[in-house]
């Protein structure tokens, strides 16, 4: 049986609608907890598969968050074995950081909501392309710059790297390809802080959006995890 370990930063931030294609699959999945257990000591080369999941911290905050450390180099070490990795949102940014690209917020923005990807040349090509037109969601106030040798995949009006892919076996997305809306009411939960403190946005809101949109995504996201599985091999 194939192994899929997905990296987790808060609880409510878990696989969503990943879990059960890769199941599927032939995966046996583990979570390791950011914070709580030794990524370090984590035996990558035993791993099929790493997903690292979001959270609401800076791939910056090292001073904060000690456990980012081991988290990199683990991600690097990875990316540089060629290994199969997917990050989401923090994980995205944090894969970028791992590749030398800098990771910052992004002009006091939070992008936050549902919205349609702008697709590249590259993106309509890639795993993604059943992504054309069909809102996602998108949860961040930080963003970062292309890595060196990345291909860049999509963009929104807000934030222009919104996924990248290096070889054929990484792939970074800013936005929330995962996100189902029965594990959003979670979400409403634990970021109730954040949702408060930008103007304009609502818990009923997002809740709207969420009954109008996740549908959808939940339909075509195991596609797009299905088209990477079978790119990276």
């Known amino acids: 049986m194939k192994t899929c370990v997905a990296i987790r930063h808060v609880a409510f931030e878990d696989l969503g609608s990943f879990q059960a294609p890769l199941e599927a699959a032939g995966y046996s999945i583990r979570y390791a907890e950011a914070g709580l257990d030794d990524l370090g000591a984590l035996d990558d080369s035993a791993v099929d598969l790493l997903v690292v999941l979001g959270g609401p911290i800076g791939a910056y905050e090292d001073d904060n968050y000690p456990f980012l450390g081991p988290e990199l180099r683990l991600i690097e070490a990875r990316l540089r074995a060629g290994r199969p990795i997917i990050g989401i949102c923090l994980g995205a940014q944090l894969m970028a950081r791992a590749l030398g690209a800098r990771v910052y917020p992004n002009n006091g923005i939070k992008e936050i909501g549902w919205s349609a990807l702008e697709l590249t040349g590259a993106g309509r090509a890639s795993s993604l392309a059943v992504l054309d037109g069909v809102p996602v969601l998108h949860w961040h106030g930080d ?91």
Do not use: C
Not at 143 to 169: E, I, M
Not at 210 to 220: H, I, P
């Open 143 to 233: 963003t970062f710059d292309l890595p060196d040798g990345a291909t860049l995949l999509a963009s929104t009006s807000v934030t222009r790297n919104q996924a990248f892919s290096w070889g054929k076996a990484a792939l970074g997305l800013q936005f929330h390809v995962e996100a189902t809306g029965a594990g959003l009411e979670r979400w409403f939960i634990g970021h109730a802080s954040e949702i408060g403190g930008v103007p304009g946005l609502s818990v009923p809101g997002l809740r709207a959006d969420t009954a109008r949109y996740a549908a959808g995504l939940e339909s075509v996201a195991p596609r797009v995890l299905a088209a990477f599985l079978s790119g990276m091999m």
